[in-house]
């Protein structure tokens, strides 16, 4: 049961990560590298998107 709340979560801040990313003023070949970083490395890219990630808001 644990397990399954652990991988909801990340579920839920890699979605958050990945609406920042295409939300961002970054170039379109930067969101790609991004997402597929998040997409094939859940909490590792997550955690490097954190820290070194396109800084840009949603309007």
Known sequence: MEYGFLGV???AADI???INIWGSGTS???K???T???LL???LG???W???GPKGRLA
């Open 16 to 18: 958050y990560a990945l």
């Open 32 to 34: 790609l590298l991004w």
């Open 9 to 11: 979560l990340i579920l």
């Open 41 to 43: 490395l859940p909490v």
């Open 28 to 30: 379109g070949g930067a």
């Open 36 to 38: 597929l970083l998040i």
């Open 50 to 52: 954190f820290f070194a």
């Open 46 to 48: 997550f955690i490097i």
